[in-house]
């Protein structure tokens, strides 16, 4: 694509291969009055991507609610702050990882779960707890194996060297992945509010620290591939993976944190995407001040490393950091007794530009506005496609003799089966908080030295938002709302990661416009804010995009850690009840997709105030100890989400509830619906509770046993059922 | 009690075991920085879990050789109580005061559970306590290998701590979650004042971890 108007010194080529549009070069030029040389090129390619500029995005994430009475920092940050009261705050942020995963998945999941406890201890805070959430192509797909085994012995690898539990996730498997895969990882950490640190550079003079790891070549331009698609030959794109050293920034994270408890730190930022770049920038932007470095100063793992190399690096490991100058030496000492490196490489000034120094001669002078306010911002195109149509679904098409059977095959699906082998991997304990480990609706960790908690879910469902954006952006929300609701603690904040294909497509922007409308609806009707997030676009191959999947990491407090509850059945004799109504909605559900092999019938709709009434109840009942285990119902409805309770608490329940539509009942994906085991003595409170709620509560059985039956349909033992639960995701790896 | 957690580059449950020996005697145990070279008159000296040096090398090669690590081996010999967990157990074998080897897991694979282990010499100061107990493990390379000679020396000598178990206390194959030989989960030295165990005991002691059962080996040291 040659243009024969090209006027410029500069080669069109180079231009292209920086991922920059014609016209965006002449934004570049127009702004500094001059073409930029090759290393101001690579800055502004560094800072113009799609991953760091968020140019598609912008003007619809500005949409979505941030704020609320519990946010102490909203989007803009490294992470998200939210109050937990007693001065303790909450840090958080989800991030993908999903092309370098692709390419090599160890390292490119790794460096993903480094990159984001970086974001939440640059903050301040000592992270807690991290999740994921991972999509793979579909299980029989050659690659699956591989990417699926490489992806988590990455989460592993470096989470559980760094002693940081992973305590949560989620994961689907779907054809839209086969070439695609989604990496998203999630970490919580936990701070004083009063001690909260932030990336605004400030103090003319004051001294511009570099810590961490040396500088190698790795990772060259991996923003930039980040935000484009992939094709067949992007196997070569192998080398612009990082590498991880979990070691060291489990010194570097220690050293961070003994340095923030001295009053020593004007400004930090992590060295994440576009390395130096956007770290320098970011700091200067923020502070509206100007940066001078002098690169010649950089520590290096590599040697005759050049400007444009040690600007575009993307080696893990690093920050930086203004310091007030007075503190230099005892910061110097502090990182020397961790063995890391510690070099002051510039100054702050006030040119409000960044100047970089290599060998005494100047390699750039850029006006930071450029680069920030003037990037580009783009209002794409944008198509509404109409949702798939809800197909109404009759008794009569259906074998009720079949239910059981068609139970234990949808449990040992991969993506209903238990996730065992995924979170053994993980260290899911260390830290020695962890209340409710993986397994359950939420996990819950412990606020060290506190009898209170967070409740941490992550989930999305892609399949939903594919056939109905609007109403799958609300769902991806709604659903970690009632995972932590379920688990006994109060929602309060959410992270997002988008996860969509090429924005240029209409038909794409359509799915991202109507997602974050989605998302919006439910956050403001829940008053569940979004505090920090992360746009992955490009997520295409050959041409074809994933399904859409804004992943959504919810958080929430557990003022009391005796009112957790998990989803296991505890005694014999308790009532299970169902809160909220089955209408028999089957359309894209698991029934239909495992059972029948179809994608049809349409998204299930959330009635808002619904879901707010529904989860207020299950709420307070918790709060009244009036329930003895929650579990929400979700993908495959009530006899999955049973037979979950069952299989975790080794009990057994006689169903009694009579239907004249069994498999409407049983595998319906309606709304707003959870299941509560409450024992004989609380049963009459409940129902009181429920009414003058206006809440709709039915008794679906007596627990007991060692077998789900239901009458006029059959039994299974609950063994049976473990046995299947858990193959589904095992038989892959093998 | 006087007790010392070392602290590695890389430890990661350091902290973990000096809160549950804190909640359990009430003392504070004092961190102990691997550059430093001698520790003072201690009660117990626990090497913690975690990853010493990113483990890159083979696990715990690179911690047995810090400094702090001739003060260890010099006041184990002398008779303190010494007490490795996970790593601390690998550290512990890299520096000479147990026998054998741990080896990767026969899965290949990292392992976080629970398990359950029965004290097989219940007159050690750390396992008189303990019968059939539940913990988690968390680790890569907890395969327990001897030779035979090894193997030989530590039966004869009654060295074996703890061996993986099912609920009944029955030692077979399907409880054994790593490969490790006769299902040992943790060793003691000839003298019997130090123990190298895969299992974390600061993981079950604590009524929020659901299990309490790992404080029997604290308790144990205590009394």
Redesign the interface.
Request: charged share 25%; aromatic share 12%; glycine share 16%.
């Given at each position: 694509m040659t243009n024969h108007n090209w006027q410029f010194q500069t080669e069109q080529s180079l231009v292209e291969n920086h991922g920059l549009k014609l016209d965006e070069f002449e934004k570049i030029v127009e702004g500094l009055g001059r073409e930029p040389n090759l290393t101001e090129l690579g800055i502004f390619s560094a800072m113009w991507n799609e991953h760091c500029s968020y140019k598609s995005s912008k003007f619809w994430l500005k949409k979505l609610p941030t704020s609320g009475e519990r946010v102490v920092q909203g989007p803009g940050e490294n992470a998200g702050v939210i109050d937990i009261d007693d001065g303790d705050v909450a840090v958080f942020k989800m991030e993908s990882h999903n092309h370098p995963s692709f390419l090599e998945p160890y390292q490119g999941a790794a460096t993903g779960v480094g990159g984001i406890l970086r974001d939440v201890f640059t903050m301040g805070a000592r992270p807690v707890a991290n999740l994921n959430a991972l999509r793979f192509g579909e299980p029989e797909h050659p690659k699956t194996k591989h990417l699926l085994s490489g992806v988590v012995s990455g989460i592993g690898g470096y989470g559980n060297c760094i002693g940081v539990p992973t305590v949560g996730g989620e994961v689907n498997f779907h054809p839209s992945y086969n070439g695609n895969i989604l990496v998203n990882a999630m970490t919580v950490g936990i701070a004083k509010k009063d001690k909260i640190f932030y990336s605004a550079a400030a103090g003319i003079g004051n001294p511009v620290v570099y810590v961490g790891s040396k500088t190698g070549r790795d990772g060259i331009h991996g923003a930039t591939m980040a935000s484009a698609e992939f094709d067949d030959d992007s196997e070569e794109k192998k080398p612009t993976v990082q590498v991880g050293d979990p070691f060291t920034e489990k010194l570097l994270l220690e050293a961070c944190l003994e340095l923030m408890k001295e009053e020593a730190i004007i400004a930090i930022q992590d060295m994440g995407a576009a390395g130096l770049t956007s770290s320098s920038i970011e700091m200067a932007s923020k502070g509206d001040v100007g940066l001078e470095i002098d690169l010649s100063k950089v520590p290096m793992r590599a040697q005759n490393m050049s400007a444009y190399e040690l600007m575009l690096s993307e080696s893990q490991e690093r920050m930086l950091m203004v310091l007030d100058p007075s503190k230099e030496e005892m910061a110097r000492d502090i990182f020397k007794k961790w063995d890391l490196e510690f070099e002051v490489i510039g100054k702050v000034t006030d040119t409000k530009r960044l100047i970089l120094i290599m060998n005494g001669k100047e390699e750039a002078s850029i006006p930071i506005n450029i680069l920030v306010e003037d990037a580009p911002e783009y209002q794409r195109d944008y198509i509404v496609e109409e949702p798939s149509p809800i197909k109404e679904y009759k008794s009569e098409d259906f074998d009720q003799n079949n239910i059981l059977k068609d139970l234990n095959t949808m449990i040992m699906h991969p993506d209903l089966s238990s996730r065992k082998w995924i979170w053994e991997q993980y260290d899911h304990m260390v830290m020695a908080d962890t209340v409710v480990r993986p397994g359950s609706d939420a996990a819950v960790v412990r606020v060290h030295g506190t009898n209170k908690g967070l409740a941490m879910s992550t989930d999305c469902s892609p399949v939903y938002c594919k056939h109905n954006p609007y109403e799958g952006g609300k769902h991806a929300v709604v659903e970690t709302w009632r995972n932590i609701i379920a688990s006994g603690a109060l929602p309060i904040a959410i992270t997002d990661c988008m996860n969509f294909g090429n924005p240029e497509k209409p038909e794409i922007m359509g799915q991202f416009v109507e997602c974050i409308r989605g998302m919006g609806d439910a956050c403001s009707k829940l008053n569940y804010p979004v505090v920090s997030g992360n746009v992955s676009l490009y997520n295409e191959t050959n041409g074809e995009g994933i399904y859409p999947t804004p992943a959504i990491g919810g958080v929430g407090l557990i003022k009391d850690l005796s009112n957790v509850k998990t989803l296991s059945l505890k005694e014999d004799g308790n009532f299970l009840c169902v809160v909220g109504k089955t209408a028999n909605h089957l359309g894209s559900s698991k029934y239909i997709s495992i059972i029948q092999s179809k994608e049809e019938g349409g998204t299930p709709e959330i009635n808002l105030d619904t879901e707010l009434r529904n989860g207020n109840f299950v709420m307070d009942a918790i709060n009244q100890k009036l329930i003895a285990s929650a579990h929400d119902v979700g993908e495959g409805g009530i006899l999955v989400a049973i037979s979950e309770m069952c299989m975790s608490g080794n009990l057994g329940i006689i169903i009694e509830i009579e239907t004249n539509f069994p498999h409407g009942y049983f595998f319906a994906e309606d709304q707003s619906r959870y299941l509560i085991e409450v024992s004989p003595n609380n049963y009459d409170e409940c129902q009181k509770l429920s009414n003058n709620n206006d809440v709709h509560f039915e008794k679906i059985g007596i627990v007991g046993g060692d077998k789900i039956s239901i009458k006029n349909i059959g039994d299974q033992h609950i063994s049976a059922l473990k046995r299947s639960f858990e193959t589904g995701i095992k038989q892959i790896s093998q | 009690m006087k007790s010392h957690v070392i602290v590695f580059?890389?430890s990661?449950?350091d902290?973990?075991v000096a809160?549950?020996i804190k909640n359990i005697s009430g003392d504070q145990p004092q961190m102990v920085w691997h550059k430093e070279t001698s520790i003072s008159q201690s009660d117990l000296i626990v090497v913690p879990?975690?990853?010493s040096?990113?483990?890159?090398l083979r696990c715990g090669a690179m911690a047995s050789t810090s400094p702090i690590m001739q003060d260890v081996v010099k006041k184990a010999k002398e008779g303190v109580p010494v007490l490795g967990i996970c790593n601390g157990f690998q550290i512990l074998i890299e520096s000479g005061l147990l026998d054998g080897a741990l080896m990767r897991n026969n899965s290949l694979?990292?392992?976080?559970?629970d398990i359950l282990i029965k004290s097989k010499n219940q007159s050690s100061v750390f396992t008189k306590k303990t019968q059939v107990a539940k913990m988690?493990i968390?680790h890569?390379e907890g395969n327990f290998f001897a030779t035979s000679e090894q193997l030989k020396r530590i039966q004869d000598d009654d060295q074996i701590a703890f061996q993986y178990c099912d609920e009944n206390g029955n030692v077979g194959c399907q409880s054994n979650p790593n490969g490790s030989l006769e299902n040992i989960a943790g060793i003691l030295n000839k003298n019997k004042n130090v123990l190298g165990m895969m299992p974390?005991p600061?993981?079950a002691?604590?009524l929020?971890?659901?299990c309490e059962d790992g404080k029997t080996i604290f308790e144990s040291i205590l009394n």
């Open positions: - | 580059p890389g990661n449950c902290r973990d809160v549950a879990g975690g990853f040096y990113g483990d890159y694979s990292f392992i976080c559970r988690p968390a890569n974390h600061e993981r002691a604590d929020a971890h659901g």
